[in-house]
């Protein structure tokens, strides 16, 4: 199992709990929180990627996860709390206002969650969105998305409201001493956690008082939604598992609406950049596993792309092996998606990785046949080894000659076709849940650049 833990193991105690940080590449965190005297935990915003980590941490360490809890509506990935809570019996938490099907236990402003005889207050902080709550311990906050280090949530979706935002940020950390720990629902500079001191010192959005002004300036030069927003919106709050499969007609919706993000191209480089969906990124099928974090911080859902799907399929469940999850094959690949009207950006044409393994296999038979009657029988043998290998590669679904002619030279893209995917869709790409330069997709920068 690929662990995305970005604390160490043992974590670290923080007043009365026991606190452990998991990290994901696309800048979110999820968190667990534990009483030590009564081995009782709650997990907080468990990303679907971090459902397997989540799962182990509980059963390694011998607590009682008794609580799953997503701070708000998530627009920019998958919520783990569904299966976190279907695995583990814990209780599912969420504002009412969320509205989330499986929820079962809707905390009003000020109720406390209890692990043993040490409790968590549950604050209601609009804003980013309507339902997001706080949560607060006895040395620390769990800010979600409201606040961020050097920066607050965004508020120009799902229904957020600036205003509001300024006055949670006020009733929730004013009265709140200088050494409490902040930890956010979000980071985009890899930083796990602050102190309230230091946002007030270097934090420009807490330094403006006004009300008026705050608003105007967070809602200036609005940055663009997140990709998939909508999709995401409806698995969150529905509960509905991510199909492992779409037909190409869905895919090219999904590419129209601004999902071009999400589309992980798996082909060889050549076939890439003789065609591919324009913003898409490519991570060829036999380069998966060294570049699996870009993956994970692509957009869910993924949509993964071949030729025409068997390549896809076949990454897609590589990438389940390593916990990575939300993944859909484009049924047909990119002919079905050019066919259902998809628009592709097209270049110097080659000749597809599943032709030259067909190519192949017929000169290796006939190389074996010939042989076999000039030379010496045996060599008919290598006409029969060419048939079991695509015989194999029917039945299981890969094909030993198509890896190896992967790597061959003519199937690689040149520098600049690979490399610019690649940094598009990167841990480092514009963040997801904040506002600010460059434009991000959850929180707000420096607002003396608006």
Not at 11 to 26: E, K, M, R
Not at 152 to 171: C, M
Not at 216 to 234: E, F, G, S, V, Y
Not at 261 to 267: A, E, L, N, T
């Amino acid at each position: 199992m690929t662990s995305l833990h970005a604390e160490p193991t043992t974590g670290q105690t923080v007043g009365s709990f026991t606190v452990l940080t998991l990290g994901h590449p696309q800048g979110c965190r999820t968190y667990l929180l534990a009483n030590p005297q009564s081995n009782e935990a709650l997990a907080l915003d468990v990303h679907l990627d971090l459902v397997e980590d989540v799962a182990a941490t509980v059963r390694e360490r011998g607590w009682k996860l008794l609580y799953v809890v997503d701070s708000h509506t998530h627009a920019d990935h998958p919520s783990g709390a569904a299966s976190v809570a279907a695995r583990t019996g814990a209780t599912r938490v969420a504002h009412e206002a969320s509205e989330h099907a499986g929820v079962s236990r809707h905390p009003a402003d000020g109720d406390t969650l209890h692990l043993g005889d040490a409790a968590i207050t549950v604050l209601h902080a609009p804003g980013h969105t309507p339902d997001h709550v706080v949560l607060r311990t006895d040395a620390a906050v769990f800010s979600g998305d409201t606040l961020l280090i050097g920066a607050v949530a965004r508020t120009d979706f799902l229904g957020g409201d600036a205003g509001q935002l300024f006055d949670s940020l006020r009733r929730v950390f004013d009265d709140l001493p200088d050494e409490t720990v902040v930890f956010p629902g979000h980071d985009y500079a890899g930083r796990m956690q602050t102190t309230l001191g230091d946002e007030r010192r270097d934090n420009p959005w807490l330094k403006l008082t006004d009300r008026a002004q705050f608003a105007t300036a967070l809602t200036a030069n609005k940055p663009p939604r997140p990709a998939n927003m909508d999709d995401l919106l409806r698995l969150n709050r529905e509960g509905k598992d991510i199909p492992t499969s779409i037909p190409a007609a869905a895919a090219n919706e999904v590419v129209r609406a601004g999902g071009a993000r999400s589309v992980i191209d798996v082909r060889t480089g050549a076939e890439f950049e003789s065609e591919h969906v324009d913003g898409s990124l490519l991570v060829p099928l036999d380069q998966l596993l060294q570049r699996v974090d870009e993956v994970r911080a692509t957009p869910a859902p993924r949509l993964l792309m071949c030729r025409s799907g068997g390549r896809a399929e076949a990454a897609r469940k590589l990438l389940e092996e390593q916990n990575v999850r939300g993944l859909t094959v484009v049924e047909g690949g990119i002919m079905a998606f050019r066919a259902a009207g998809g628009a592709t950006e097209r270049g110097k044409q080659v000749i597809s990785l599943d032709r030259q393994v067909r190519i192949g296999a017929g000169l290796l038979v006939l190389v074996g046949v010939a042989l076999g009657y000039l030379a010496h029988p045996g060599f008919f043998a290598l006409a029969g080894l060419v048939g079991v290998g695509l015989t194999v590669a029917g039945v299981t679904d890969w094909c030993g000659m198509g890896m190896l002619l992967a790597k061959a030279p003519w199937n690689r893209a040149s520098p600049k076709a690979s490399a610019a995917p690649a940094s598009a869709c990167s841990a480092g790409a514009p963040p997801a849940c904040s506002a600010g330069a460059p434009p991000p997709s959850c929180s707000a920068g420096d607002p003396s650049a608006s």
